[in-house]
Structures are given as C-alpha cells and as structure tokens.
C-alpha cells in the first residue's frame, strides 16, 4: 500500500472504515473529498445555501432537503428540481425503489442537464455511478452546474475548494494522488487571465507551436539546474510540488535557500503549496512577477500557468551563462 495512504486521513480509524465501506475493484479510479477538507467553512457555506436553494424552489411540492448526500442520490429531487427550473419533461417514473430502476432514472436525468447545459462527455464532473453511491464532491459539482444555468443571479460563494484523493487500485496494491479542486469559480483566477495574453493565444489558436516553446523552455531549465545534477523532462509534473522551480530560482536570482525554508521532499498538497506560494514571494519582490497567479494551478499541473511562470524567468535570464 502506498504510504502516503495512512496520511490523507486525520485517523486510522477513518481508513478502517472508508476501505469497510467502499470496494474498489482492480483498476478502479475513486476520487473523494479528505476529512479534513470536509470542516472547510467555506464548504459548508456552499451547502447549505444549495440545500436552501432547493429547498426553496420544491416548497410547493412539500419536498424537504437535509443531505445533499442522501437526499439525492435516487434522483427524485434532481426530477423535481430539473422539471420545475426548467419545465422540462422526464420520460421517467419519479419514484424509483430499486437500484435498477434507481441507474436508469439518474441516467435520464443526467442525459437531460449535459444536453441542457450543451456540456460534453469530458466535461462533465459527475456520473451517474457517483451520484448513486451519495459522493458529495460529484453532487456538489452537479448543482452548482445546474444553479449556475438555471439560477444565474444565485449568490453561490466563489472560491469554494477542497483537498481531494484519487484512490487506484493497482496490481501493486492501492495507489493515491492528492490534489486542489475548486467547486466554485476561482474569481482571483478569472480576473487575472480576464485578458487574453500570449499564452491564451498559443494554446488556443497555434497548438502546433507549443512543443516548440516546451523544448525552449526545458532547454532554459535544464541549463541551470543541470549545474544541482538535476533533469526536467516534464513541465507539467516536475514543477507541481515548487521543488525545482526554488531551485531554479535560487540558481538565477542568486538566493541561498535554507533547507528549512521549504520541503525538499513535499509529502503533501499543503507542503507542496508552500513550496509554490514560496517560490511566487520570491519572484513578486524580485519584480519578475506583475500578474495574479494561483499557486494551485501550479500544484494542479496547470501547463498554461507554469509556463507564464517560466517565461517570467526565461524572459529575463535567456542570456545568462552557465
């Protein structure tokens, strides 16, 4: 078993009784929010408003939410609240008993808001497998989806995000990944790439060019953290936990970076977001840095915003010997 397995819970009786509750079979990909995350004041901001939204808009129907988790799951409130936001007709019985008949309601349903809200397969941040077994994070995802188009004046709280881990079954055993996820808009984000710049122009318009700047920029990177006995060969990963871009930076700008600074081997997402936060400190008050950057798209692997990063330092020390 992965080591970092025990870790993402508070407790080990809470991985005793996650792994009693839930199969995963070989192969299987789950993703949840950590108990941790779940306390998040602003998570339960997000909740109780969708809960009073519903609530709200099925009062003439006498329907009362109290779980978003087990309230909703056998789709008879998302059939309620779907045909009174937006009239629209179900070719489904409202009250399904059975799981079959429980898997083919959601699937209706389901099949109904992405065509609704004109979403495509890969797009969609639910399924009707999560929402059946009650999973709070795709059930989040769903109503804000929905709130968001048939309720756009909704006071739905912006930067609403959670800790998350992917839990694999591997033929080695069970495999973990964390990560950020946001719930709600990122409006901090939004405003800062509210302007189409460069990079928005690269990946939207000339994606044929964009291994061309990748290998500009590994070429840069590898120049100067060669020097540590380091390699990159992958933007996307190699600068998510902010190791090598301290590193870099302290190579470029000239910093000695105590080891009790930051975490040489991050073991966790907030580590890892030290690290970055760190890192983006460092370039704002050498000037390298004029624009808003979210320290968690780094995290996340967002290649667009570690490459603004890079060209922050690229841009400047392009010249610099070796």
């Not at 509750?21 to 339960?44: D, F, M």
């Not at 959670?162 to 709600?184: D, F, H, M, P, Q």
């Not at 990159?232 to 190791?243: L, P, R, T, Y």
Request: charged share 25%; with cysteine.
């Amino acid at each position: 078993m992965d080591p970092d397995f025990l870790n993402v819970f508070t407790q080990p009786a809470a991985v005793n009784q996650y792994l009693a509750e839930n199969v995963i079979a070989q192969g299987e990909k789950k993703k949840l929010i950590k108990p941790t995350s779940r306390n998040n004041p602003k998570l339960e901001e997000l909740k109780l408003l969708l809960i009073d939204w519903i609530n709200t808009t099925l009062k003439e129907e006498h329907i009362v939410v109290k779980s978003l988790e087990e309230d909703l799951y056998d789709g008879l409130v998302l059939h309620h609240l779907l045909e009174n936001l937006g009239s629209l007709k179900l070719d489904v019985d409202k009250i399904a008993l059975t799981e079959i008949k429980q898997r083919h309601k959601l699937s209706v349903i389901l099949e109904a808001v992405a065509k609704c809200l004109q979403l495509e397969e890969s797009q969609l941040k639910w399924s009707v497998e999560s929402i059946l077994t009650k999973d709070l994070l795709s059930t989040l995802h769903l109503l804000v989806a929905i709130a968001k188009h048939f309720e756009p004046k909704l006071a739905i709280p912006p930067n609403v995000q959670v800790e998350t881990i992917t839990i694999e079954n591997t033929s080695r055993g069970l495999k973990t990944a964390s990560a950020v996820e946001y719930i709600t808009e990122n409006k901090e984000n939004l405003e800062a790439q509210s302007k189409d710049d460069a990079f928005d122009e690269l990946f939207s318009r000339a994606p044929d060019k964009l291994d061309a700047v990748k290998k500009v920029f590994l070429q840069f990177v590898n120049q100067h953290v060669g020097k540590l006995g380091l390699s990159v060969k992958d933007i996307e990963s190699q600068f998510a936990d902010g190791v090598i871009l301290l590193l870099l930076i302290g190579q470029l700008e000239g910093y000695f970076l105590n080891l009790r600074d930051f975490f040489l081997t991050p073991s966790s997402t907030m580590e890892m977001l030290h690290n970055v936060n760190l890192a983006l400190d460092l370039l704002t008050d050498g000037g390298l840095l004029n624009f808003s950057v979210n320290s968690e798209d780094i995290v996340n692997g967002d290649m667009k915003a570690t490459m603004r990063i890079l060209y922050c330092l690229y841009s400047k020390y392009k010249t610099k010997e070796t």
